[in-house]
């Protein structure tokens, strides 16, 4: 994997991290439905 080139673009990265919280987010509030 090329290090360097992942730093140089911060703002795809940032979305990425942005991405996975908002599909956990949804995973657990559809466990907290699915069990309410």
Known sequence: ???SQR???PR???V???F???FHA???Y???TGLA
């Open 20 to 22: 996975v919280i908002l």
């Open 1 to 3: 994997m090329n290090f």
């Open 12 to 14: 795809r990265h940032v």
């Open 7 to 9: 730093q140089r673009d």
């Open 26 to 28: 949804a995973i657990v």
């Open 16 to 18: 990425g991290i942005g």
């Open 30 to 32: 559809a466990l907290l």
